[in-house]
Structure formats: C-alpha cells, structure tokens
C-alpha cells in the first residue's frame, strides 16, 4: 500500500494564470475525492468520483474548477484564473466501495498547498 | 451528514490516557461515526470508525454511547507524537463526502 499520492506538493502561481493537480489513489481504490482546507478550518468538501464518473460536487466547485478522472485511475484538478482566494490546500482522497460491503474509510494524500501571489 | 461538536482544545500529559469527546446528537440510524487526526503540514489520516458497538485497534478505541449521539476516542497511553488536530465525523454508509467540522486541537505534554 504506497498511499494517495498528490503532486506537486507547494504550487506558487500569480494572480490569473491557471493551475493542475494531479492525485495518484490507492491501487484498487474506486472513489476519489478531492477537499480544500484553509487555514484553522477542517477540510471541505469539493466532489467525488466513482471510478471515472463524477457523481457530486459541491457549490464551493465554482466553474473556474473542474476536476476529471478520464480511465478511473489518477485525477486532476484545475482551477482557471486563479484568484488570491485560491490560495489553500488541496487534499486528495480515495477509498474502496464494495457494493452492499459497508462503509470504508477515506484514506488522505498530504495534499498540494497553493499560494497565489 | 449530521453535524459534530467538539472541543477546540484538549491537553493531555505523556503516558497517559487521551479521551476525545464529540456530540453528534442529530446522527441517523445509517450514519457512521469517524475518526480522523490531522498532524501539521499533513493530510488527515484515518484511526477508527464505528456504527453501534464499541471499536478497538492498533491506535485507538472508540466508545459509542448505547443511543449513538455521542461518543469519545480513547488513545490508551499518549506520547507527543500523537499532538494533533482530531476530526470526528458521522457519513452516512458509502456515502460520497466527509463533513468535517473544526475539530479539537489535543496538545501531549511531558
């Protein structure tokens, strides 16, 4: 088990330009998920997949985001013309869900930290 | 996703037990109760979770009360590693997202 692995880990940009994320999950791992976190607060939820489909998003997901999952493996996230209120962590997650198995936890990347300058 | 309440903040001496309280009154019959703690500079990472009965492993315990709206994570023996901010959330079963609220910031002291 190598973990959710997130890339790149701090991401400096300008006002305006626009930004990728990519997350690696756990190998057998289904969902994906991505959140953000600000400083002090617990992470908020942004959408999840279930293999390459895109089931949820949350309001927060303006449409400046859009995140995809093209073969059900790794994901990106972009944000276009970044604003300073951008700037936060990005958090990846994954899990397995079995059908009519219960409930499975999510399992975190460390996440990408984004400063927007 | 019913909501949780949790202390701000806790402290705790080395080598003792750390009990980490949260209310979750309003938890559905189907929702589950999560633990996650968050070290600095790090993702969450998962401890334990539970529907009704009490949980054990290799990190923690965690106690349901008997009508689900509360419940407390014990760490048996704490150690300053364990200085961490500590989620505890209720997901309804294979629901997509976590809700997670501020948490409780527990400080280990020698």
Redesign the interface.
């Known amino acids: 088990d190598t973990g959710?692995s997130q890339d790149p880990r701090h991401k400096i940009t300008k006002r305006g330009q626009n930004v990728t994320f990519r997350c690696d999950p756990i190998s057998e791992h289904n969902?994906l998920?991505w959140?953000r976190q600000t400083l002090?607060?617990?992470?908020?939820?942004l959408t999840?997949f279930q293999n390459e489909a895109q089931?949820?998003k949350?309001r927060l997901l303006s449409d400046r985001f859009s995140a995809e999952r093209p073969k059900g493996s790794f994901s990106t996230l972009e944000i276009q013309r970044t604003e300073q209120g951008d700037s936060a962590m990005y958090?990846c997650?994954s899990s397995l869900?079995r059908t009519g198995g219960?409930?499975q936890?999510?399992?975190?990347?460390?996440?990408t930290r984004l400063s927007i300058l | 996703d019913a909501k949780t309440t949790q202390p701000p903040s806790m402290d705790c001496a080395e080598g003792r037990a750390a009990n980490l309280p949260c209310n979750h009154s309003t938890i559905s019959g189907n929702e589950?109760v999560?633990w996650?703690r968050q070290i600095h500079?790090?993702?969450?990472?998962?401890i334990i979770?539970g529907?009704k009965n009490n949980e054990t492993n290799e990190m923690a315990s965690l106690i349901i009360t008997e009508d689900r709206k509360s419940s407390t994570l014990i760490l048996p023996h704490a150690t300053l590693r364990d200085t961490a901010v500590y989620?505890c959330i209720v997901?309804v079963?294979?629901a997509?997202?976590?809700?997670?609220?501020?948490?409780t910031t527990l400080t280990v002291k020698p």
């Not at chain 2, 997509?96 to 948490?103: E, L, N, Q, W, Y």
């Open positions: 959710v969902r998920y959140y002090g607060q617990g992470p908020e939820f999840y089931l949820e949350s958090l997650a869900d219960g409930n936890p999510q399992h975190f990347g460390d996440g | 589950y999560y996650y500079s790090q993702g969450p990472q998962y979770h529907l989620y997901r079963t294979n997509g997202k976590s809700t997670f609220g501020d948490g």
